[in-house]
């Protein structure tokens, strides 16, 4: 049932392109009704960065925002936090973004456990859920594209861009200052808005199956009928919407569905593929506000741009249905594929185990208490033995000014420790961060304006060269 009684549209510009390792620099924030009229000032924060990280300099170029500004103008990462949290916390907030979904949700979801909130609390109950409207987009010029034009090509694929600046600049919406988080979240709403005026049905049915139980019922695992599936891994000349046949969920990841990809020959065994997505099989997330959809939804123009047709698609389930069971059944196989090496320090172990309800309950007492009081964790008996650990850490970043001489010793070792070597392979050291810099300062193939970003950079890491590894 939808609760829903306000979307809240965001964007950020991070420091670096990592949503578990980098921080968040700016975050932007407009409310609007369902029908997408503004109700609510908009919203622009800016979070200081703290002495054990550095940025990603090539983020930095690109949003043009510099540890120095953030800090400048910035309020400490947990009242960041805190304050995004509320807004988001607001009963029957919808919370969406643009591309939100894999990146800017993992960077809020981040921030809030690395500052000891409940990660997830924000995307349900009290009518709260979480949208995204990329896949939307890219299925109305699959499926709906009348009145809205998609004539640009992204460069590096060559096929139909899907940037906000193209996007806005094709179908006349305004857009000056691209990211600028602000700016952007103006041109979504303005982006959905045009969708919702002009395929109001496609849009509805978007917005209705942002929950992952309307997933699971459009990708019925009892009946296994084809249905379409829109996604950038589809990404080709003909569009981003193939058929799928849905095979089984993973059992040990419960938002995990297996399908095959009816645009694929069907494999005689999947003996021989390190890979699954090479035998055709491909996952879609419930949990991640996929667009799938019945194959109803095709008329004949779709078909003629998408290239194949209902009956070529339910004829050729229909094979794999009578003759290749063996698809249905692919348990043994998920998993054997190489996973990256997992991240060890807590700081990045947000997925590691769930919060238990204790643990919550007595981080949200410990919140409300003034900062030195927080360093008194020591007498909570966590289930988790790491949040000792991270609420020390959590104090030392933004109330360095109450820790006692000796503390403010070891956070200044601490920080030493992250700048020497990082314990993420995401994150560069500072000698490398300040090679790099130089390097860029010096080059000829580098403009004006970007070599005064780097000087800021450079600078910016000779502060903390001087305060913490002198």
Not at 200 to 206: I, Q, T
Not at 261 to 277: A, F, H, N, V
Not at 385 to 390: A, F, Q, S
Request: charged residues 35%; proline residues 4%.
């Amino acid at each position: 049932m939808n609760y829903a009684k306000s979307i809240l549209w965001y964007d950020l510009e991070t420091f670096g392109l990592n949503p578990h390792v980098d921080r968040i620099a700016q975050a932007a924030f407009i409310r609007t009704d369902l029908e997408l009229n503004i109700i609510e000032e908009p919203q622009i924060l800016y979070a200081k960065l703290t002495d054990d990280y550095l940025p990603n300099p090539e983020s930095v170029i690109i949003t043009g925002i510099t540890p120095q500004f953030v800090n400048e103008h910035g309020i400490d990462e947990y009242d960041f936090i805190r304050r995004i949290n509320d807004m988001f916390m607001v009963p029957g907030t919808v919370g969406a973004g643009f591309n939100s979904i894999n990146f800017d949700d993992e960077c809020i979801r981040t921030t809030l456990y690395r500052n000891l909130f409940d990660p997830y609390q924000r995307e349900y109950k009290e009518g709260r859920s979480r949208w995204d409207i990329m896949n939307l987009v890219r299925a109305t010029k699959d499926l709906r594209p009348d009145g809205i034009e998609f004539s640009k090509k992204n460069p590096e694929t060559g096929y139909t861009s899907f940037k906000l600046t193209d996007l806005t600049e094709e179908n006349h919406i305004e857009q000056e200052g691209a990211h600028d988080a602000l700016v952007d979240v103006r041109a979504t709403i303005e982006v959905a808005k045009l969708i919702k005026t002009r395929q109001p049905r496609l849009y509805n049915y978007a917005f209705t199956n942002r929950f992952k139980n309307n997933v699971w019922a459009v990708m019925n695992l009892y009946k296994h009928e084809p249905v379409l599936h829109t996604s950038a891994m589809y990404v080709s000349e003909r569009g981003n919407t193939h058929p799928i046949l849905p095979l089984m969920a993973n059992k040990d990841k419960g938002n995990e569905i297996y399908c095959f990809d009816l645009t694929k020959e069907i494999p005689k065994s999947l003996d021989g593929y390190e890979d699954l997505r090479d035998a055709g099989i491909v996952k879609v997330m419930a949990n991640k506000c996929p667009f799938v959809a019945d194959l109803a939804v095709l008329d004949k123009r779709s078909e003629q741009r998408l290239g194949f047709t209902k009956e070529e698609v339910r004829k050729k389930a229909e094979e794999i249905r009578k003759n290749h069971r063996y698809l249905f059944d692919i348990s043994k196989e998920i998993g054997k594929k190489k996973e990256y090496e997992a991240e060890t320090d807590c700081d990045y172990t947000i997925y590691d185990r769930f919060m238990s309800d204790a643990d919550r309950d007595k981080l949200n007492s410990i919140r409300d208490l003034d900062p030195r009081e927080k360093l008194k964790s020591g007498e909570y008996n966590f289930e988790d033995e790491k949040y000792h650990k991270m609420l020390w850490r959590m104090v030392a970043r933004n109330w360095p000014e109450v820790l006692s001489e000796k503390e403010k010793s070891q956070w200044k070792n601490f920080c030493a420790s992250r700048l020497i070597n990082p314990p993420s392979k995401y994150s560069r050291p500072l000698e490398l961060y300040m090679r790099e810099c130089q390097e860029k300062m010096n080059s000829i193939e580098v403009g004006p304006k970007d070599k005064l970003l780097y000087k800021e950079l450079y600078d910016y890491g000779k502060d903390l060269e001087r305060r913490i590894l002198a």
